[in-house]
């Protein structure tokens, strides 16, 4: 195996935690890992040599100019949420940084966006731009200027759809995070039906996937757009597939519909941005091609509902001699 110099931004984060752990655990790279604030990342950074904190922020990127000439692959994971930073961090210094990198030396970008912003077809969705939150609508523009750079066709996008994971070494995705949340109502959701469908990847999936991409760059002909995420879902199946877990009988089912959802919105006032009203009328983010190990004949960690549960803590049923 070639020995790499790999820069990870945002390694402290839920999918950066995973990945940073893998490429420790698993390769021999050299590990470039820029956090703000090194207390957070919780990976033993002493089990082997090559492996290096870089203290700092996406806003000062430029400091590193001279190390990112250096690199043979970068994986962009960083983001910034919300609030007035968020087009800066997530369009114009990650633009910076990808233009600070030397074209001719470095081998592959694995840039991550989002799957909110596409369509089945894995273009994108135009009320992405129009409609999206700020988080959304950065990604969206970032995404569109991507082209415009001289390693544009280096760079390998990925579109993580729901991400699940965290543990108490990692910080736990919002999804997971509202899990604890989804068993307690489990008693009242489960006699509604929706008509809606999903995709999920855990972040250790997520971190197998670019580990092999690390290796395994996309050929010239190859796709470069890859939606990361485990088998389509439909509402009605991950209902169906948490009873069943948490040994919770359906006796009955109600169908929510459409303008049911929008009577009880008029009804109690509820406020929804544009682009929750978008999402909600829209259902299915559900795409043609998906990306999980099992793409590369790699295993899966966390491929079902059942599993996504298990992860996260909750007990089956049996267990709690139910």
């Known amino acids: 195996m070639i020995q790499k110099r790999i820069l990870v931004t945002g390694a402290s984060g839920c999918i950066g935690h995973y990945l940073t752990e893998a490429l420790i655990q698993q390769t021999t790279h050299e590990l470039y890992l820029l956090v703000r604030n090194p207390t957070k990342l919780q990976v033993d950074k002493k089990t082997r040599s090559g492996i290096t904190v870089l203290q700092g922020d996406m806003q000062e990127i430029r400091l590193f100019a001279d190390l990112l000439k250096t690199m043979d692959t970068v994986v962009l994971t960083a983001t910034a949420w919300g609030g007035k930073e968020t087009f800066d961090i997530n369009v114009s210094k990650t633009l910076e940084l990808l233009e600070l990198l030397d074209p001719n030396r470095c081998e592959q970008v694995i840039y991550f ?12 969705l135009k009320e992405a731009g129009e409609l999206g939150h700020d988080y959304i609508r950065s990604k969206y523009d970032c995404l569109h200027r991507l082209a415009q750079l001289a390693i544009a066709p280096k760079i390998t996008t990925v579109f993580p759809t729901l991400v699940v994971g965290g543990d108490r070494h990692k910080p736990y995705s ?142 089956i049923a049996r267990e709690e001699g139910v």
């Open 174 to 315: 919002p999804v997971t995070s509202g899990i604890p949340e989804l068993s307690k109502y489990i008693d009242l959701i489960r006699f509604f039906q929706a008509d809606g469908s999903f995709h999920f990847i855990h972040g250790r999936d997520i971190a197998t996937v670019v580990r092999y991409l690390i290796e395994n760059s996309p050929k010239q002909d190859e796709p470069r757009y890859l939606v990361l995420g485990q088998a389509r879902v439909t509402v009605n199946q991950a209902i169906e597939e948490v009873c069943a877990y948490l040994g919770k009988k359906i006796y009955f089912r109600i169908p929510l519909s459409l303008s049911l959802a929008n009577l009880m919105i008029f009804l109690f006032r509820i406020q929804m941005a544009d682009w929750d009203r978008f999402c909600m009328n829209y259902r299915h983010f559900t795409y043609q091609v998906i990306i999980n190990p099992t793409t590369f004949g790699l295993p899966n960690y966390c491929a079902t509902m059942s599993d996504v549960l298990r992860v996260s803590g909750i007990k």
């Open 113 to 124: 966006s989002t799957a909110s912003l596409l369509a089945d077809n894995n273009q994108p």
